[in-house]
């Protein structure tokens, strides 16, 4: 157990859509990272957050976007949702995006979108 | 841009056949080298951190090593349990993400 909990597990929606995923950072980690990994593109960066504020940005689409909130958890929203939108959704937690920090990553969101 | 290419796409080897993985990548100033282990449906979980060529790390049946170009992960002896997929990944200086690359699915067979 990586001590990153990701909710839910599941979820299964339909186009255009909206929809919200859910991370608790490891007790005492300040940054949050979140990834979209699917079968033909791989581990793909979305966006990161330290302490509340956005740090860095990856491929993220405009309808996706996230927030770090005073708990240090995270929230990533999606919107009109795609067919290709489909894919394991993970949420990561550092202590800080200092040299060399590793990730501990969380077991996922798989996003089914019908 | 940064860019991480891991080959082979997929390997599969005998029980006790020992072989290596290959990362290598692009980036503009090294800050870390890292590997990770993903088993199916799971998050990746972190194996080894490599900051400058020449260095190596090793754990259990697995040793990292890493140039200027390139890491190699060394598995030596594999049993069943070490399959799953590889991940490699890179942050640069001055940067705060990390990008990893599209990974090595290994099949150990007993």
């Known amino acids: 157990d990586s001590g990153v909990t990701q909710t839910p597990k599941h979820l299964i929606t339909a186009t255009g859509q909206r929809v919200t995923l859910r991370c608790s950072p490891r007790s005492g980690d300040l940054s949050v990272y979140w990834y979209q990994q699917s079968l033909d593109q791989g581990l793909q960066f979305l966006i990161q957050?330290?302490?509340?504020?956005?740090?860095a940005k990856g491929n993220i689409l405009e309808r996706f976007s996230a927030q770090q909130f005073p708990d240090l958890h995270s929230e990533l929203n999606l919107s009109s949702l795609e067919l290709g939108d489909s894919a394991l959704y993970f949420c990561?937690?550092?202590?800080?995006?200092?040299?060399?920090?590793?990730?501990?990553f969380g077991s996922g969101t798989q996003l089914s979108v019908l | 841009e940064d860019q991480v290419t891991q080959s082979p796409e997929a390997l599969r080897l005998q029980e006790g056949e020992s072989s290596s993985l290959n990362c290598s990548y692009t980036?503009?100033?090294?800050?870390?080298l890292f590997w990770y282990r993903q088993d199916p449906g799971k998050g990746p979980e972190f194996l080894f951190t490599l900051y400058s060529a020449g260095e190596e790390k090793e754990k259990e049946r697995l040793k990292a090593t890493l140039t200027k170009k390139e890491s190699f992960l060394h598995i030596t002896a594999p049993k069943p349990e070490d399959s799953a997929t590889y991940l490699c990944?890179?942050?640069?200086?001055?940067?705060?993400?990390?990008?990893f690359g599209a990974g090595t699915r290994l099949f150990v067979k007993a």
């Open positions: 990944a890179v942050q640069h200086t001055g940067g705060f993400k990390t990008i």
């Open positions: 957050y330290y302490n509340g504020e956005e740090r």
């Open positions: 980036v503009s100033g090294l800050r870390g």
């Open positions: 990561a937690s550092s202590v800080a995006p200092q040299e060399g920090e590793k990730l501990f």
